[in-house]
Every structure is written in structure tokens, then in C-alpha cells.
């Protein structure tokens, strides 16, 4: 499985937009990424996922670069539940693997 | 969206008894189900993958006789620890994907957390 790096943590102020980036560089044609996050004590929840186009749901934007080798989730108005583990994973076969993710801290 | 539940939320158990966690899909049909484990303070690392009316397929370094899995049925698995020790002690996420995906999500369940004594 294509292996992903996003930063160990980031902080972000409450109401401002958030950007994670996440870098996959032997990333293949086929491989669609995926963003998941996790709140404490809980199942991971889907949060989007995209292949070459960006793309955006209710939840968060994502931007794809256009060589595909890193991507970046969107939050446009980070609130205090945005706080989690946010996961950028690489699923081109069956299974979903998790990396150990970018823990978001949002102040106040 | 589609849901997952698993039961029970939290179990603790002594050492040396079996487990048996169940993750059900409860709004869709799944033909492939995951197992996950995750230890404090770590990412989920994947335990096996189950597909309905077949035997799983498990990672690297899992034992199969120790975690027993059936997914007997497109909307149950389940996970069984067999014998269990403290190091067992975890917390275990199960997902369900759809049986004709139209746009490849995964869904997890809120997990189970095991204590064993």
C-alpha cells in the first residue's frame, strides 16, 4: 500500500479555515484518497475522498495537486468538534490503511 | 449514511476467557468486513479482512486461532479473542463497506473497547 506523511499535529483557531496537508508521493494511477477523522473513543467517520478533481461535500474541500503526489482537506470554518485525528489514506486495492494521522487542536 | 454498530461498547473479561464482539451493518448489506485494532495514543492497524460466507484473510503477525472471525451473514461479523490476556487489552473497530459501493466508502463502527484483568 502507497504509503502517506501528513504532519504529527496542527492547532487552529476556532471559525478560521484549516488547511492539512498530506503528501503521497508513490502514490499510483488508480489509488483514490481518502480522508477519514477519529474524536476520541470513537469509530473513524468519512469525511471525502477524490482521485484527480478537487472535490467538496458538506463536511470539507479537497485539493489535489495535479500531479497527485500530495493533497490538502479544506476545513472552511473549524469549530471546537472539528478537534480529531484526521487520517489521509491511499486505497487503490480492498483495504483501507491507516497512517498515524495529523491530531487538529482547535483554541477557542 | 450508512451505519455500523457493535456490541457490546465496552467488555471486560478475566484472563484466560473468550470474547466474542459483534459489528453489524444495519442499513445496508456488506460483503466485506474489516477488523482493526488500536492501542492507546496509536493509529488502527487492520487485523483482517471478512468476506461473507468466506474465511478471512488476516495480516501479517495476527494469529487466526487466536481471533476468530465469521461473517456469517451480509450485515453481521464477528470477532472472537479466544483465551485472552491483558495484552489483548485494546480497543476494536470493525467497517463495512457496501456490497455494490457506489462510492467506495467505508463505514466503522464505534468500536469495542476489551479490558482483560
Known amino acids: 500500500d502507497a504509503k502517506t506523511t501528513q504532519p504529527n499535529s496542527m492547532e487552529s483557531n476556532e471559525e478560521e479555515p484549516v488547511h492539512l496537508p498530506c503528501n503521497h508521493s508513490?502514490?499510483?494511477?488508480?489509488?483514490?484518497i481518502h480522508w477519514y477523522r477519529q474524536l476520541p473513543s470513537q469509530g473513524p467517520e468519512y469525511v471525502i475522498h477524490?482521485?484527480?478533481s478537487n472535490v467538496n461535500n458538506r463536511m470539507a474541500s479537497l485539493a489535489i495537486a495535479e500531479d497527485r503526489k500530495s493533497s490538502t482537506l479544506i476545513l472552511h470554518r473549524a469549530t471546537l468538534r472539528d478537534a480529531a485525528v484526521y487520517y489521509c489514506i491511499l486505497r487503490g486495492a480492498q483495504k483501507l490503511v491507516f497512517g498515524q494521522g495529523t491530531r487538529l487542536t482547535i483554541n477557542p | 449514511g450508512a451505519v455500523v454498530s457493535q456490541h457490546p461498547s465496552w467488555v471486560i473479561c478475566k484472563s484466560g476467557t473468550s470474547v466474542k464482539i459483534e459489528c453489524r451493518s444495519l442499513d445496508f448489506q456488506a460483503t466485506t468486513m474489516f477488523w482493526y485494532r488500536q492501542f492507546p495514543k496509536q493509529s488502527l492497524m487492520l487485523m483482517a479482512t471478512s468476506n461473507e460466507g468466506s474465511k478471512a484473510t488476516y495480516e501479517q503477525g495476527v494469529e487466526k486461532d487466536k481471533f476468530l472471525i465469521n461473517h456469517a451473514s451480509l450485515t453481521l461479523s464477528t470477532l472472537t479473542v479466544t483465551s485472552a490476556h491483558p495484552e489483548d487489552s485494546s480497543f476494536y473497530i470493525c467497517?463495512?463497506?457496501?456490497?455494490?459501493?457506489?462510492?467506495?466508502?467505508?463505514?466503522f463502527g464505534p468500536g469495542t473497547r476489551l479490558t482483560v484483568l
Open positions: 467497517s463495512a463497506r457496501l456490497a455494490r459501493g457506489f462510492s467506495n466508502e467505508q463505514f
Open positions: 477524490g482521485l484527480t
Open positions: 508513490t502514490i499510483s494511477g488508480t489509488d483514490y
